[in-house]
Each structure stands twice: as C-alpha cells, then as structure tokens.
C-alpha cells in the first residue's frame, strides 16, 4: 500500500493535540512519523535523540495515573534509539520532547483520497487536446 505522509511543525501544539493525532492515525492503520529539529546535531541532544532526523511512531498510549502520552519511536537505522528515564527502550514522553523542541514536525499517512472513475477514451483525448492547446498559446 503506497502513502502520502503530509506533515506539521509542532512548535505550536500541545502534547494533547499531537498524542490525539497520532493515536489517531495508527488507530486507523496509518503511518505516523516524528521528525527532530535540523540542528545539524547527531550526537548529544537530550532522550538520545538523533538531530535533523525522521523517527516512526511504533505505538502511543497513555501512562495510567498521569495521563501523560508515551509515544514509542524506532530509529531507521536500528541502534540509538530515543528513550526517556523511567521508561521502556524506544519510548519517550510526548511532553517532554516537544517542551524540550526536540520535535519539530509530525507527519501522518493521509487518508485514503476518494478514487475517480476512470475516464473515457473521449475524456482522455479532449483533456490531452487541452493541454496541447495550452501549451501552443
């Protein structure tokens, strides 16, 4: 299945809003991904971030008590992965990177657009017709 991940800057957005939409989005089986500012950092950013770089988004839930969402990320590469105190491998809280700046855009799968039927010979040839003109003017 082929997708178009279309993305926000999270500078402005609230934990709540981020962990809705990414909840969201995997509910329904679409990918998400969290990208890092572009520091031009690899090493050295706070939760073992990598900086300018994608992360997808393996699993969010809440932590019961708190409330607080736990995002569960996975490096690409397969090694240093983010990762907050108190926390499982590969998870942070959603909180605490975005207060932190540490993610700049999300990125979700989006939604199957509605399909078009297809158009018919005579569609076809009027459209290229067109174009043609258009671009003869």
Do not use: C
Not at 74 to 80: E, I
């Amino acid at each position: 299945r082929r997708w178009t991940l279309t993305g926000w800057h999270t500078r402005k957005k609230s934990a709540e809003d981020v962990g809705q939409q990414l909840a969201d989005a995997l509910a329904q089986n679409r990918p998400a991904t969290l990208s890092t500012v572009g520091s031009g950092k690899k090493d050295g950013l706070p939760l073992d971030f990598v900086g300018n770089h994608a992360y997808p988004v393996e699993a969010v839930r809440r932590e019961e008590g708190t409330g607080r969402y736990i995002v569960k990320l996975a490096n690409p590469w397969g090694w240093k992965h983010p990762k907050s105190p108190g926390l499982d491998e590969r998870e942070i809280y959603l909180d605490d990177a975005l207060n932190q700046g540490l993610i700049s855009v999300m990125e979700l799968g989006a939604p199957q657009a509605r399909q078009h039927p297809p158009m018919s010979a005579i569609q076809n040839l009027l459209m290229i017709q067109t174009q043609y003109h258009a671009l003869a003017a």
